[in-house]
Every structure is written in C-alpha cells, then in structure tokens.
T-cell receptor
Framework: GAVVSQHPSRVICKSGTSVKIECRSL??????MFWYRQFPKQSLMLMAT?????????EQGVEKDKFLINHASLTLSTLTVTSAHPEDSSFYIC?????????FGEGSWLTVV | AQTVTQSQPEMSVQEAETVTLSCTYD???????LFWYKQPPSRQMILVIR??????QNATENRFSVNFQKAAKSFSLKISDSQLGDTAMYFC?????????????FGKGTRLSVIA
C-alpha cells in the first residue's frame, strides 16, 4: 500500500534556529499536501495547504514567513520552521492527498529549547 | 465554516464490551465525507471508517460501525467487542470533498481506554 515518510520523527533545536521537516510520498504522487499541527492533548489544526509548484495557502493566524512550505515536486513537500521559539514546540503532521484518498505521515515532534 | 464537535473528552469501556463515541457536525453542504480516525500513542493517524453523506447505509468495518444521521448531523462510532488495542484517541473528521484543496476538519477527540 501507499506509504508516506516523514522525517525527522523527533528533533530538538535551539531557540532562534531553523528546522526542516520532510514529507515524502513513496509510491504515489501527491498533488495536494496539507500540514497540520497538534499540541499535546489537542486536536489537529490545519496550518496550510500546498499544491505542487504553487505557493502554499496558510490558515488564519499561521505566519507564512515563519512556517515555510515548499512543494516543489509531487513526491516531496517540506515544512521549515524558521527562527524557532519554544512556543513552536509541537507535533507536525503532513497529509498528502491523491485522487480521493487521504494519507498521513508519521508525524514529527519538534522541541525548541 | 464547518465544525465538528466531540462532546466526550474521555471514555472507558471494559474489554469485550461495546462503546459508542459521539460526533456532531455543522455544515450547509449537501454532500460531504465523514471519517473516524484512531490515534494511538505512536501518534500515527489510522483510518477507522469512512462515510459518504450521499450513502444512506451506515458504514461498517469489522468491529467498527457508524450511526449516520444526516438530518441530525450526527455521526457516532460504535466499537463492538472492545479490545485492549483499541485504547487510543479517536477523532471525528469532516471534509466537503476529496478533490482539490478541501482539508479535513477534526473534532477535539475522545480518549478511549479499554480496561481489562
């Protein structure tokens, strides 16, 4: 079956640095990618939607200059958290969509110290 | 905007018993899709069951079934013969379409504990 690979699964970074999270679809091409954020004991909140080759559309309240999303190919999308702060510590999940099927990555725990 | 409400933050059930998780939603769309996802401690999102709004028949997947009441905008999940491995967070989710840029909207989740 289809597999989505998200890396890193866990990352710790220092405040002020940037960290990149990759989401790869291993055996299908995803035209649309959704990025979600999940705080502890909370639900998944949509951050942004991206289409291959286009700029991402961000949800209200999500800083586009802080959370850089690149969807340069149909099999790879990246989320870069720039100038990370402790409040950015969270669980980030990618969700590629192809045809009428929704997939999820394994998620990435980000801890900013 | 669509909203999804799960009114039970936590539930528990004895092993082998049946439990029902509640979900209501609000939308003005006539056709849409509803889902239940399981999120175990690993945090991997696992699809439990899916329902298309235009189908009147309730979806079933082995021990999992739904009670879809379109007029009431209710979509409850019934887990029969509960197993210890069913312990997880369960999220109800809605989307108005499976093409284009239509994301899933999630409820706040219900934490289910299956007790031996």
């Amino acid at each position: 079956g289809a597999v989505v690979s998200q890396h890193p699964s866990r990352v710790i970074c220092k405040s002020g640095t940037s960290v990149k999270i990759e989401c790869r679809s291993l055996d299908f091409q995803a035209t649309t990618m959704f990025w979600y954020r999940q705080f502890p004991k909370q639900s998944l909140m949509l951050m942004a939607t991206s289409n291959e080759g286009s700029k991402a559309t961000y949800e209200q309240g999500v800083e586009k200059d802080k959370f850089l999303i690149n969807h340069a190919s149909l099999t790879l999308s990246t989320l870069t958290v720039t100038s990370a702060h402790p409040e950015d510590s969270s669980f980030y999940i990618c969700s590629p969509r192809v045809q009428n099927t929704i997939y999820f990555g394994e998620g990435s725990w980000l801890t900013v110290v | 905007a669509q909203t999804v409400t799960q009114s039970q933050p936590e539930m528990s059930v004895q092993e082998a018993e049946t439990v029902t998780l509640s979900c209501t939603y609000d939308t003005s769309e006539s056709n849409y899709y509803l889902f239940w996802y399981k999120q175990p401690p690993s945090r991997q999102m696992i699809l439990v069951i899916r329902q298309e709004a235009y189908k009147q028949q309730n979806a079933t997947e082995n021990r999992f079934s739904v009670n879809f009441q379109k007029a009431a905008k209710s979509f409850s999940l019934k887990i029969s013969d509960s197993q210890l491995g069913d312990t997880a967070m369960y999220f109800c989710a809605f989307t108005r379409g499976l093409t284009g840029n239509t994301p899933l909207v999630f409820g706040k989740g219900t934490r289910l504990s299956v007790i031996a």
